[in-house]
Antibody, heavy 119, light 111 residues
Framework: QITLKESGPTLVKPTQTLSVTCTFSGFSFNNDATGVAWIRQPPGKALEWIAL???????RYSPSLKNRLTVTPDASKNQVVLSLANTDPADTATYFC????????????WGQGVLVTVS | IVMTQSPLSLSVSPGEPASISCKTS???????????LDWYLQRPGQSPQLLIY???SRASGVPDRFSGSGSGTDFTLKISRVEAEDVGVYYC?????????FGQGTRLEIK
């Protein structure tokens, strides 16, 4: 059974770096051809894809955020860390991580999400 | 790839059908023949869940009243008989190439 859970500070000051950790179980970057995606959702708005990291350390970033965004895996801990630098109140959102199906590219399992407020 | 959903909201009586359209600015058909289009449902206060992948395959545990169809740039999600638990926002997403893009979302409410 695949599970994911996001954690991290829920309040960040503008210009600081936002960091959210995704801790997962049921799959491994060491043994499985898979990936973890990051999606965010500002309050009352639509979903926005922001990043994806594959098991082989291939990383993809949203063009609008790539200058501020870093995704770092820690295979030994089954974690992926999302870091967003130089934050702005517009970065206030619920941040989700999701398991990426290797066969379809779909996000078949999602974490509960964590609301991060930049203020 | 730009994703355009319609309608943006719909109100349906229980037991009635519902249909949501998703049109894309580029074909989502891979050289392997599959169309890399997903449908997700986000119920109020919950994380999104995968309903349909590869345009027409139902995800595990999804009731068969949900069906997906389409190819290329034109896709449809149909609910044969809407139930109260189907309330929420439906999103299409293309998984053909990064950045994966979501549609604007379609809000379904029960009359």
């Amino acid at each position: 059974q695949i599970t994911l859970k996001e954690s991290g500070p829920t309040l960040v000051k503008p210009t600081q770096t936002l960091s959210v950790t995704c801790t997962f179980s049921g799959f491994s970057f060491n043994n499985d051809a898979t990936g973890v995606a990051w999606i965010r959702q500002p309050p009352g708005k639509a979903l926005e894809w922001i990043a994806l990291i594959y098991w082989d350390d291939d990383k993809r970033y949203s063009p609008s955020l790539k200058n501020r965004l870093t995704v770092t895996p820690d295979a030994s801990k089954n974690q992926v860390v999302l870091s967003l630098a130089n934050t702005d109140p517009a970065d206030t959102a619920t941040y989700f991580c999701a398991h990426v199906s290797w066969t379809s590219g779909s996000f078949d399992f999602w974490g509960q999400g964590v609301l991060v407020t930049v203020s | 790839i730009v994703m355009t959903q319609s309608p943006l909201s719909l109100s349906v009586s229980p037991g009635e059908p519902a249909s949501i359209s998703c049109k894309t600015s580029q074909s989502l058909q891979h050289s392997n023949g599959y169309n890399y289009l997903d449908w997700y449902l986000q119920r109020p206060g919950q994380s999104p869940q995968l309903l349909i992948y590869l345009a027409s395959s139902r995800a595990s545990g999804v009731p068969d009243r949900f069906s997906g169809s389409g190819s290329g740039t034109d896709f449809t999600l149909k609910i044969s008989r809407v139930e109260a638990e189907d309330v929420g926002v439906y999103y299409c997403m293309q998984a053909l190439q990064t950045p994966d893009n979501f549609g604007q979302g379609t809000r379904l409410e029960i009359k």
